[in-house]
């Protein structure tokens, strides 16, 4: 009698595991099937139409895309700096506690209190704009708890026998940083920076506030450019979806590309993640 | 040595930006927002009615205030006993290999999903399948208390399986040896030692939930007036909801874009504090895989 | 006539409580345990002895099929009372609360010290506070350790020092009322003060109950056993009385390991 409430138990954390897995999946092909016929040589080249119900989002993709590695350009050096600096050189004092924990809270800070705070202090306060700029740099204050974790993390990992390695051959600490460390640390911070990709061409509310709903008909060029990415564009179309079978496939469209474009960053850096922290720690980890 | 130096300042210059920013990003929003704090008054708070193109505008958050905590609380009360169960299964029953790295990666892309798509798919999904069964609009708590749920249950996962794979294992041996069960051991030994642990990660989740926009936003309902909700298929309107929806119509300097900057202000004492907490439960505990 | 009445007293004494035939154990590809044939007589003090990694805590764990748990592979028989435990008919739980197990670092669980000795029994759905406060009492008797918790029965048990944590550990054992108490290494983390409490404790309690301790310190197996297994590289080298083994060794591995050649 105690054996089949085991196995009942155990059955039941089994199912509750797969339900992470189970949404996604499902998810996935909801939307490949409702949109997968939306998508077409001229949905991706083309522009939107009366007011995205009809069209293509060209503008949209290009803007997501150059947002978000403009946001990155700038969120990865100061994040590996940070984690490079937390995980080498910081003393174990208060200061490093007081850094610690206000990384932390960065992290937890609402997207959308982010984008009011972009929306006066760089579109309005530096006089930015509605523009790719104002955007890319929301993003990054909104991406780089991440970025600094993650790049803190791979340091970390990396053995100390390599370090000794290094010092014990005349090289100093930052040469030994620099040729080693960093070396070692490359596959997972690059994953991990890959995953904030991800994060960042997925956000909303940061972007719509900070680089505007762009300029219709217009492909952004210049960074003071004010443009609209994938999510933004889901999101504007999503509130006007006329009950028409047009609007509702464009939505659909945007929808997948947009999840095209998260899962290409993604899956990849999950799947090296996995693999490069198996080969360090064996099934533990 | 001279690089030695440098290169110490500058890195130590990267990690103090984190705490210059979020000085910035509070010293300007609570800028923004006090003059309204203050010339409403703890109505702000208290208050029934929001009603920006009023005259004189009011700017009552409590229903608004209402409709986050009972999102927010559907949505935990959904995604803890599922993430605390998965989390049980990541740490205790599962052998490693594949099938374990499947699940924790899934998890990890679910968390970051966009919120955008998370939230279309629950307004041409979930709204019309919940009008269809219980009647009414579809949108509701209810609609968003799922799809928040969805959207916090990786985090529980993840961070209670953490704190359960860090009970020492001979505890677990001490138990059996005495003739336990697994389940009894899990129940009995494993699950007090992890208690700290899977407390912070149902605080971050609540954290996480109340600041989330996009998804609840789209299947909410926010209602013109937002008024208390009585079941769980009202709509309603939330903290962030509100600021996104009136964002694009209020006028730069006015009192309603002032009142937004407001909530935004609450939403960041919210927010800290709730960090504040599972930071202390945690105490320190650099934790690998939180996302 | 004398000589034959020891032997005939000695023989019927010496029931086997628990026997192996041909136990063989594997942790992944390691092959720790080879063909082992053993006894364990019936309230004796048995003393497994052998030099590290040679598999004297794999045997023990074999006893109270801990090694599942562990995930070894485990082929053989092993007779408990002339039941094979290892049956599909027999449920593993029941075996852990009849062969009962101390190890080698003191495990208190995260709890009081009553909570402690009061585990096994709550799990085995005794909740009568009475009965409880009863046995908890006893078996903390038992083991010498009532007098000087009882005033703090309540404090976590991570308060008292190694030598009681471990006599704690004894005493939550017996709570449960195993018929064999094994023990691995149980005093080779303790300070000699201790050791000596707990040793002079096993051969108190082995008037009761059958005593398995796996040692690597021969001294220790001469103090404590009356009978030895002699186990080398996962074989059963020798076995037998314990006077006669180690002043008359059979074999050469057992005399060099005895005189402390290696260890």
Not at chain 2, 15 to 43: D, H, N
Not at chain 3, 162 to 167: D, E, P, S, V
Not at chain 3, 211 to 233: G, K, P, S, W, Y
Not at chain 3, 240 to 260: C, D, H, M, Q, V
């Amino acid at each position: 009698m105690q054996r089949r409430s085991e196995i009942l138990i155990e059955a039941l954390t089994w199912v509750a595991s797969f339900i992470p897995a189970i949404l996604a999946g499902a998810m996935i092909s909801f939307l490949l099937f409702n949109g997968a016929s939306a998508v077409s040589w001229k949905f991706i080249t083309g522009f939107p139409e009366k007011g995205g119900l009809e069209g293509g989002i060209l503008p949209a993709i290009i803007g997501s895309i150059y947002i978000s590695a403009l946001c990155m350009l700038m969120a990865a050096p100061i994040g590996i700096g940070a984690g490079t600096y937390l995980a080498e050189y910081a003393p174990e004092n208060l200061f490093t506690k007081v850094v610690r924990f206000f990384v932390e809270l960065l992290a937890g800070i609402p997207s959308i209190v982010i984008g009011l705070f972009g929306y006066v202090f760089l579109v309005h306060g530096l006089g930015l704009g509605f523009s790719i700029l104002s955007g890319a740099i929301a993003l990054a204050f909104m991406i780089l708890p991440w970025t600094v974790r993650v790049s803190e993390e791979a340091i970390r990992a990396v053995p100390r026998d390599y370090r000794y390695a290094s010092l014990a051959l005349g090289a100093s600490k930052w040469k030994t940083i620099r040729t080693v460390v960093y070396v070692a640390a490359r596959p997972a911070i690059i994953t991990g920076l890959m995953l904030g990709l991800g994060k960042a061409i997925g956000e909303t509310a940061v972007v719509m506030m900070t680089a505007g709903m762009g300029i219709t008909g217009y492909i952004p060029v210049s960074p003071l450019d004010s443009a609209r990415t994938l999510p933004v564009h889901l999101y504007l179309i999503a509130g006007e979806i006329a009950n028409t079978s047009e609007s509702l496939k464009m939505a659909y469209g945007t929808a997948l590309v947009l999840l095209a474009l998260f899962l290409m960053v993604s899956i990849p850096s999950l799947m090296l993640r996995n693999y490069f922290t198996r080969r360090l720690y064996g099934d533990a980890g | 040595m001279k690089t030695e130096g440098l290169i110490k300042t500058l890195t130590f210059l990267c990690a103090g930006s984190s705490i210059l920013i979020v000085f910035l990003i509070f010293g300007y929003t609570l800028l923004e927002g006090l003059p309204v704090l203050i010339k409403y008054g703890p109505s702000v708070l208290t208050g029934l009615y929001w009603k920006p193109y009023a005259d004189p505008p009011q700017f009552g958050l409590l229903p608004t205030i209402i409709g986050t905590l009972s999102v927010s609380g559907l949505a935990i009360s959904m995604a803890t006993p599922i993430g605390i169960f998965a989390a049980i299964y990541l740490a205790e029953y599962s052998g490693g290999g594949f099938l374990k790295s499947f699940i924790e990666s899934a998890a990890q892309l679910l968390v970051s999903i966009p919120s955008v798509v998370l939230g279309f798919i629950g307004l041409v999904f979930l709204v019309p399948t919940l009008a269809k069964f219980f009647g009414g609009w579809g949108f509701s708590i209810l609609a968003g208390g799922i799809v928040l749920a969805i959207m916090t249950l990786p985090h529980i996962i993840c961070i209670s399986s953490d704190a359960i794979k860090a009970v020492p294992r001979d505890y677990r041996y001490a138990s059996l040896a005495l003739g336990a069960s697994k389940w009894q051991t899990i129940r009995k030994v494993v699950l007090p030692a992890a208690k700290s642990g899977i407390l912070a990660s149902i605080i971050l989740g609540l954290g996480n939930a109340i600041g989330e926009t996009m998804a609840v936003l789209m299947v909410i309902g926010n209602p013109e007036v937002p008024y208390i909700p009585t079941s769980i298929l009202d709509r309603v309107r939330v903290l962030t909801s509100t600021i996104v929806i009136e964002f694009n119509y209020a006028v730069w300097g006015s009192d309603q874009m002032r009142a937004l900057f407001a909530i935004g202000v609450i939403l960041f004492i919210i927010t800290a504090v709730v960090n504040l907490l599972a930071f202390h439960i945690l105490r320190g505990r650099i934790h690998a895989k939180k996302i | 006539m004398q000589v034959k009445k020891t032997l005939l007293r000695r023989a019927l004494e010496y029931k086997p409580i628990l026997k192996s035939e041909k136990l063989n154990v594997w942790y992944g590809r390691v092959h720790a345990l080879k063909d082992v044939d053993m006894i364990i007589p019936s309230k004796r003090i048995t003393a497994i002895m052998g030099p590290s990694g040679c598999g004297k805590s794999t045997l023990l764990k074999a006893f109270n099929r801990l090694l599942e748990a562990e995930g070894a592979r485990v082929e053989g028989k092993v007779y408990f009372h002339d039941v094979d435990i290892y049956s599909d008919s027999v449920d593993p739980y029941v075996v852990r609360r009849k062969i009962g197990m101390v190890f080698q670092k003191p495990i208190p669980l995260p709890m009081s010290i009553y909570d402690n000795v009061a585990y096994g029994l709550r799990i085995g759905g005794v909740k009568d506070r009475r009965v409880l406060d009863k046995i908890v009492r006893e078996n903390l008797e038992k083991v010498g350790l009532w007098d000087e918790v009882k005033d703090r029965l309540r404090d976590s048990a991570f308060n008292l020092s190694g030598g009681q944590q471990q006599r704690l550990c004894i005493a939550r054992a017996l709570a449960v009322e195993p018929e064999v108490l094994l023990l691995d290494e149980p005093t080779s983390s303790l300070d000699p003060a201790s050791t000596k409490r707990i040793e002079e404790l096993l051969k108190r309690l082995s008037r009761d109950y059958t005593i398995v301790v796996v040692t690597h310190n021969v001294h220790q197996a001469m103090r404590l056993a009356e009978h030895v297994i002699f186990i080398f590289e996962g074989r059963v080298v020798e076995q037998g009385e314990a006077e006669r083994i180690f002043k008359n060794p059979k074999s050469i591995l057992t005399r060099a390991y005895i005189k402390g050649d290696f260890s």
